[in-house]
């Protein structure tokens, strides 16, 4: 089994920063991509950028380019989402995601976290 822990969502005015992280843990394969989804009240969940086991390659949604930006730290079992000049078009429950094929899929993964609220304010 293969477990995803996210930390640091919150509430936060628009035009302020968040930091995202999640570990993964368990029974991993030995290289794998991480990412973030997100779904906001009635949409469907979207893809929000993901990262590489290298973190050589990075893909971000058109709505977060140029202002998240995604990371790998630790034993690159953990990846970070550094959120700057938010929108309350952000707000949604942010999940985190682990993908085994890559580059790392937009529509799917094989490990879900189990999300964290993120809230931006106007």
């Known amino acids: 089994q293969v477990q995803l822990v996210e930390s640091g969502g919150g509430l936060v005015q628009a035009g302020g920063s968040l930091r995202l992280s999640c570990a993964a843990s368990?029974?991993?394969?030995?290289?794998?991509?991480m990412g973030w989804f997100r779904q906001a009240p009635g949409k469907e969940r979207e893809f929000v950028s993901s990262i590489s086991w290298s973190g050589g390659t990075t893909d971000y949604a058109d709505s977060v380019k140029g202002r998240f930006t995604i990371s790998r730290a630790g034993a690159k079992n953990t990846v970070n989402l550094q959120m700057n000049s938010l929108k309350p078009e952000d707000t949604a429950r942010y999940y985190c995601?682990?993908?085994?094929?890559?580059?790392?899929?937009?529509?799917?993964?094989?490990?879900w976290g189990q999300g964290i609220q993120v809230t931006v304010s106007s």
């Open positions: 995601a682990l993908s085994y094929p890559q580059p790392f899929p937009r529509s799917s993964a094989d490990y």
């Open positions: 368990g029974r991993t394969r030995s290289t794998y991509g």
